[in-house]
């Protein structure tokens, strides 16, 4: 009992908070590598870590210095291994989508907001590009900028439609084979470029078309919309994984007002911004105009006239 309680007596408040604090930190660092080859290569370092204190408590000096050498060889290529989590983690971080709730599935009704015509007719023309087996990328850009990705490909800046995009994505246009970028109900650049997601083990084999749409998306927050050319089926990929195949055209535009952010005008987010302001400001008066007549009538209670 003395043990624990001198134990006991050194731990404070702070020191509580320190091991919750980095508990999490650890927690959110494994979901952010879990079902990536990170997993594998950590695990190889700290075989040779084990290996490396097996020789130094057997004293086996040579083989124990060679293994110093690896391991501090190991530690510095890390950063340059792990390149594609660290920026991941850091465009999370940015973003504030690092240390949050993990969210819902497509179909949550609790995430439906208002009818977009930009995203009615992208689910149009998606699906009349999946009827005609012609494939296609179309990614919508959310919070994260892909200005560098546009920049691969041609620059448009022309309104969202339905015959845009099936003569972008036509096989004998010469930008059908890259991405198209939404940016704002602006199609923003086509044909671009998008980095390839690494195969993962144990996990289905996807095509270049398949393999590009997660890649972006596990590197930003963009939604992509992918049409296969061999199935005729319309997926959505975000977040690194990828949906099931989407049934029809009034699905599909449900699922991309679910998981995509309304287009702001600049202008009307400011005035939203000021409403609100006066909206809170009001209240606040509210409250307190309803508790000084509160107090007033604590103080001056009514006097009650005789029967």
């Given amino acids: 009992m003395d043990v624990l309680t001198s134990i006991f007596s050194g731990v404070g408040i702070t020191d509580v908070f320190d091991v919750l604090a980095t508990s999490v930190l650890f927690y959110y660092l494994i979901l952010l590598i879990r079902g990536t080859r990170a997993v594998q290569i950590l695990t190889g370092v700290l075989v040779l ?8 408590l057997l004293h086996l000096y040579l083989l124990g ?15 340059i291994v ?20 993990s969210e819902s599935d497509l179909d949550d009704e609790e995430r439906q907001r208002g009818d977009d015509p930009v995203i009615a007719i992208i689910a149009r023309a998606a699906f009349v590009l999946a009827r005609n087996r012609i494939g296609a990328l179309i990614v919508l850009e959310q919070q994260s900028g892909l200005r560098e990705i546009a920049e691969t490909g041609t620059r448009m800046d022309a309104r969202v439609s339905v015959e ?49 749409a997660l890649g972006i998306t596990e ?18 990929a975000r977040d690194g994984k990828l ?17 995509t ?3 702001r005008d600049p202008a009307a987010a ?7 302001m006066r909206a809170r400001i009001g209240a606040v008066r509210g409250i307190a105009k309803k508790r000084l007549k509160r107090e007033e009538e604590d103080e001056n209670p009514p006097t009650q006239l005789p029967a």
């Fill in 164 to 212: 845009l995009l099936l003569a972008i994505f036509m096989s004998r246009s010469p930008l059908h084979d890259g991405a198209t970028i939404v940016r704002d109900g602006l199609i923003e650049s086509a044909g671009c470029f998008l980095p390839l997601a690494e195969p993962r083990f144990g996990e289905e084999r996807y095509g270049t078309r398949h393999r590009a």
């Fill in 49 to 56: 870590v084990g290996l490396l204190g097996i020789a130094r």
């Fill in 261 to 263: 952010r309304p287009v």
């Fill in 65 to 79: 210095a060679i293994l110093q050498l690896i391991v501090v060889g190991a530690a510095v290529t890390l950063p």
């Fill in 243 to 259: 949906s099931r195949a989407v049934d029809d055209e009034e699905r599909l535009r449900r699922f991309l007002l679910a998981v």
């Fill in 82 to 101: 792990f390149q594609p989590e660290l920026r991941r983690a850091l465009e999370q971080l940015g973003r504030g989508g690092l240390f949050r709730l």
């Fill in 270 to 276: 400011r005035a939203d911004f000021v409403m609100q």
């Fill in 219 to 236: 590197q930003t927050d963009a939604v992509v919309i992918v049409v296969s050319e061999e199935r005729g089926s319309v997926r959505i």
